[in-house]
């Protein structure tokens, strides 16, 4: 499967919020969301497991962030609130045909499919 960014990105203020959205090429049973923050190395944000059924979040985004996806039109979604400056990054979402165990979700290397990648600014 092939992600790709429809819509999201750009420069929001502190406290603001942002939604982005990418659709996958194919049927996919997890959708999820990466990020890279300008020097930084790029960390998981969140996952859906279609089949599994879970939904995992990292802690930094707990409570603030919510996926979502519309498995009709092979879509996800990444609702951003409560944006602080450290969520500066470039997001990335990705698809994975088959599921797996949750100790691997977080694991960059569990994904073969990347989108292109969104940026987003929260400014101070």
């Known amino acids: 499967a092939e992600c790709s960014c429809r819509r999201g990105g750009g420069l929001v203020q502190a406290g603001g919020s942002m939604r982005l959205s990418c659709a996958a090429s194919?049927?996919?049973?997890?959708l999820g969301w990466f990020r890279q923050a300008p020097g930084k190395e790029r960390e998981f944000v969140a996952v859906?497991?279609?089949?599994?059924?879970?939904?995992i979040y990292a802690d930094s985004v707990k409570g603030r962030f919510t996926i979502s996806r519309d498995n009709a039109k092979n879509s996800v979604y990444l609702q951003m609130s409560s944006l602080k400056p450290e969520d500066t990054a470039v997001y990335y979402c990705?698809?994975?045909?088959?599921?797996?165990?949750?100790?691997?979700?977080?694991?960059?290397?569990?994904?073969?499919?990347w989108g292109q990648g969104t940026l987003v600014t929260v400014s101070s």
């Open positions: 194919e049927r996919t049973d997890m």
């Open positions: 990705v698809a994975r045909t088959r599921r797996i165990i949750v100790s691997a979700m977080r694991n960059v290397d569990s994904y073969d499919d």
């Open positions: 859906n497991s279609r089949g599994g059924g879970n939904t």
